[in-house]
């Protein structure tokens, strides 16, 4: 499964918000879109999603071009977004056709490899922010999506869940194998997640480097190498002049 | 370590549960202090009414003791009387309520479903909710007599509004983060609205139902009043004419009564449906 971005951009009301996004995930990789606030990383995300369809340019998953909601894409928001109405069970397996006994017993599974076997029958208020981020998770899984979208799914989180969530995604991902891009403004998490990581920058955001993370998995946090790549992005990310015009150069 | 940490979640859950258990008994000692604490004044008022009206401080054609009433209660249920007063009143606020509820579920979807009709229907039912309802009385009469059609329209007007009102601004206020995940997994717009709109509208739904009814009782003594010949609004109207004030007061208690034991119904279908919500464990 791979994804075709060409000279993708958005304008609201007049107003361009990101424009000439260009990249291919493969199959497999995980893409990190980096940025300020307000640089449109989400924007593309929906964009590719299908959630919205008036963008400018281009977007081929396995080369079809469709502006539409697609089976094939899960997405994971920054909330969990749970129907509060629905128990554990009855969410995560709120997108899945079939008949009653084999959603349950698939909706099972995938809540087990999220660690939350046991909770079927709780309803969302019963939950702390991280379970219930988890149960967002297994939703998004159990469609068994080709690309998964990931729009900041661990920022509200504590730094720990956070931690916890980002070894699941990287089992996840492991055991599935899922083309992964995901919306991040934590560098941390870029680095230690992320085979290459695009950063974006500007008003309008427009991509600014694309930095391969060439470290084996699993990554040690806050290792050498890490730090190396953290320092990178910064300077990328940095509105010094200096920097700029070291960019230009390079570019 | 992931599986571990889960673990722990779900424990701390169960162990929340169990806690609750024990303290049951606490929680019923100190609802049953409150009741108590709460029954105090209006079993003393009754005591001090009683005790007042027999020794004829106030007039018995005035304000008859709490036993005589009862006792006028106690006769008519005798003589069946009661039932079919209470029966016939129970049934104009049934079919009344039905018939607002629906109109208001059907008007108020529309309404609250598509722009264009909100922007043709809305203007013009709020016109009329500012007229008092009461003031159709006369028109509604003239129409269809003093017969039951009138009766129940009436009631259907006065249950209408908050229920249309409520079933409008709940689908308005439907999240929209929640539809965007039904979009994301591929829902039509009937999917949508049958799945994630209207149990999101549901609570707004329900409250609206509970003060529809409150209206309907309210419109069923003016229909009554304005001319009857069963009903507790005409029981009102038999004790004014016949200067039986116990009659009066006795239909009071009937009306306080059978309103709350119906909106007490609709309470546990409110809590059966809504048990999912954060704050119905408490009300």
Known sequence: ?251 | MMEKSAGRFVGRQVADESSTGGKREQRDTKRLQAILLGSLLPVLLVAVWEVLSRTGVFPAYQLPAPSTILSTIREMAQDGSLYSHVGITTFRVFAGFIIGTLLAIVLGSIVGFYEKAEQIFDPMIQAFRSIPSLAWVPLFILWMGIGEPSKVTMIAVGVFFPVYLNVVSGIAGVDRKLIEVGKMYGLNTFQLIRRVILPASMPSFLTGLRSGLGLGWMFVVAAELMGASTGLGYLLVLGQNTLSPEIIIASIILFAIIGKLTDWILKIVEQRALHWQDGMVKS
């Open chain 1, 1 to 251: 499964m791979n994804l075709n971005l060409q000279d993708v951009g958005r304008t609201f009301d007049g107003r361009e918000v990101v424009r000439n996004v260009s990249f291919t995930a493969e199959s497999g990789e995980i893409i990190g879109l980096l940025g300020t606030s307000g640089c449109g990383k989400s924007t593309i995300l929906r964009a590719i999603s299908g959630l919205d369809d008036a963008y400018d340019g281009r977007i081929e998953i396995n080369g079809n071009v469709s502006r539409k909601v697609e089976d094939t894409t899960g997405f994971i928001f920054q909330e969990p977004r749970l129907m509060p109405w629905l128990t554990v069970l009855e969410n995560v397996t709120f997108g899945l056709k079939g008949s009653r006994d084999q959603k349950e017993a698939a909706g099972k599974r995938y809540l087990e490899s999220v660690g939350l076997g046991g909770s079927e029958a709780l309803y969302p208020r019963a939950l702390s922010g991280g379970m219930a981020q988890r149960v967002a998770i297994a939703r998004a899984l159990v469609t068994s999506p080709e690309i998964l979208l990931l729009d900041e799914p661990f920022s509200a989180l504590d730094a720990f869940t956070k931690m916890q969530l980002q070894d699941l995604l990287m089992e996840i991902w492991r055991e599935y194998r899922t083309t992964i891009i995901l919306v991040t403004h934590d560098i941390d998490e870029a680095t230690y997640l992320c085979d290459r990581i695009i950063t974006l920058r500007g008003q309008p955001g427009e991509m600014d480097r694309v930095i391969p993370i060439e470290q084996e998995r699993p990554r040690e946090r806050g290792s050498r190498q890490l730090a190396e790549y953290k320092k990178e992005i910064l300077g990328s990310l940095d509105l010094n002049q200096s920097t700029q015009y070291e960019q230009r150069i390079n570019s």
